[in-house]
């Protein structure tokens, strides 16, 4: 019998997940227009650029549906620090553990890429309380409050986790 999880995959991006990717961006209602226009920019950037090494994106899928997206890349200048820039999962497939399933792979490919410091920024309108709680449950520490980072009243979190010990 298949496990539960059998239909479930993560593997690379490819060119077919745009447009799904776009679909699921915008039917999240957590971004802004300006906001999906970048996360379609990296996403671009990573499709049409393979030499470049800066982003990596992880994509969920359940059967032949897109179900979600995390890119991630190391931070210039820094020895094993990387950030999550984004993750999605598309409403149809939330609290399916797709979320999970993409950090924890996320994290792995930065072990492998000796990552040791993860940085995750988000906001902290009420809006994004599961965003918060997400990454707590996950083992995430808020390392820094600017306020009013985006706009008055909207504040800028950023959560770390360290995936190996400081030297």
């Not at 671009?44 to 890349?73: C, W």
């Not at 797709?98 to 995750?120: K, N, T």
């Amino acid at each position: 019998m298949p496990s539960p999880d059998a239909n479930n995959t993560l593997r690379d991006l490819v060119a077919a997940d745009r447009e799904p990717l776009e679909l699921l961006l915008r039917e999240t209602g957590a971004f802004t227009p300006e906001e999906v226009d970048c996360a379609l920019e990296l996403l671009d950037l990573v499709l049409n650029d393979p030499s470049q090494k800066d982003y990596h994106v992880i994509v969920s899928t359940r059967g032949e549906a897109v179900a979600g997206y995390v890119l991630f890349g190391p931070v210039p200048l820094t020895l094993g620090t990387f950030d999550v820039y984004w993750i999605a999962t598309s409403p149809s497939f939330q609290n399916q553990g797709h979320g999970r399933r993409l950090m924890v792979r996320c994290e792995e490919a930065m072990r492998d890429m000796g990552g040791r410091l993860v940085c995750i920024e988000t906001s902290s309108q009420e809006s994004y309380v599961a965003t918060q709680a997400f990454y707590t449950a996950l083992g995430y520490e808020i390392a820094s409050r600017i306020r009013d980072f985006y706009k008055p009243g909207d504040d800028r979190l950023t959560y770390v986790k360290r995936l190996t010990d400081p030297l």
